[in-house]
């Protein structure tokens, strides 16, 4: 049994003494940021951001609330200065709605090298209020027991081959959502279009699921045989061994929704928010998030998805080069509106 010395045992109680004496220290360096994440594994990429900022700096942690919502923008508004939350992955559509409601504070994109190395498509998403991290992509999912010949442009779908076999989603998520521009714009009408689009849908009488989850086990369970999802969503399906394929579909396509980084206005935190998100930014971090089972799309130059997500993520030349989106501020203003046209006309 080792001995204590009385030099040792001094020298304990001073340190205890110096800390005891010195809360405000050990509140500087204990530093928690929240984030609003996705609220599932999807957050691993986060987190592993979180742990490397974490050992930059001593003290720092992070903590991910999973999910952006109403709520939590209500939550922010009504803090006034206080914000529970300091920054947040946000898609695009979802931006504009942030930005109206006067919860966001503009990232400063000097402050966030690696934002040099950003494929130029991407930051015009960000409207000068975030930086691009990664991005989802909307494709067609099919079931391959019911699908034999999956379509290879959106205006495939409207080909008898497919007639009483297609699913959609309403258009409260932003998948639904840009599934009504795309019936437009796979027919050479503007994006915002939507009563076009809404129309062209209703050709088809798809069977309509209430949100991508629920769209994506009408699949599974064969009650439909095809559907537009999420690139990630059909890659997760996929690897757990269920009988789905993934068709890249173009004209408009592939098509790709860009998420960011935002920063909730007064936030204690805008140095540590930038320098996370630079982190994202990172090869390495690049690499990690594209990979399964998280097959975030990369947006920096050069950086490829791996093998097992290319057949999920534009991956030849010519899938970048074709890459496209929705033009969120002409269409996602209007989302009360299209959802209850939605509603009457797809009504059961």
């Known amino acids: 049994m080792k001995t204590v010395s009385r030099r040792d045992f001094l020298a304990a109680t001073a340190t205890a003494g110096a800390v005891i004496a010195s809360p405000s220290v050990l509140r500087a ?27 930059r700096h001593p003290g720092v942690s992070l903590r991910i609330i999973g999910g952006l919502s109403a709520e939590a923008i209500a939550q922010i508004k009504a803090a006034r200065g206080a914000s529970p939350y300091d920054f947040a992955v946000m898609g695009s559509p979802a931006i504009i709605n942030a930005v109206d409601e006067g919860v966001l504070e503009k990232v400063d994109i000097s402050k966030v090298p690696n934002a040099g190395k950003l494929d130029e498509r991407f930051p015009p998403y960000a409207y000068d209020w975030g930086v691009p991290v990664s991005f989802a992509g909307i494709g067609i999912a099919y079931n391959k027991q019911m699908v034999a010949n999956p379509p290879k442009t959106w205006a495939d779908l409207w080909k008898p081959d497919y007639a009483g076999k297609i699913g959609l989603c309403r258009p409260q998520s932003n998948l639904g959502l840009a599934c009504i521009s795309i019936g437009a714009t796979a027919f050479g009408k503007p994006d915002a279009d939507t009563d076009f689009g809404l129309a062209k849908w209703k050709e088809l009488k798809p069977l309509v699921g209430r949100n991508p989850n629920l769209l994506q086990q009408m699949l599974e369970r064969g009650e439909i045989g095809l559907c537009p999802l999420w690139h990630d969503n059909t890659g997760i399906a996929v690897s757990s061994g269920l009988p789905l394929g993934y068709a890249k579909v173009t004209s408009p396509g592939p098509l790709m929704l860009p998420t960011m980084i935002v920063k909730f206005a007064r936030t204690a935190h805008s140095d540590l928010v930038h320098e996370f998100a630079d982190i994202l930014l990172e090869k390495d971090s690049q690499e990690f998030a594209s990979k399964p089972p998280y097959y975030f799309g990369t947006v920096i130059k050069g950086v490829m998805p791996p093998a097992g997500a290319a057949a999920y993520l534009p991956s030849t030349p010519e899938e970048i080069a074709s890459m496209t989106s929705v033009d969120w501020p002409k269409v996602a203003p209007n989302r009360g509106k299209i959802v209850e046209a939605f509603d009457r006309l797809f009504a059961a």
């Open 29 to 55: 360096q204990a530093r928690e940021l929240v984030m609003i994440g996705y609220g599932s594994a999807q957050d691993e990429p986060l987190k592993r951001a979180g742990d490397i900022l974490g050992k």
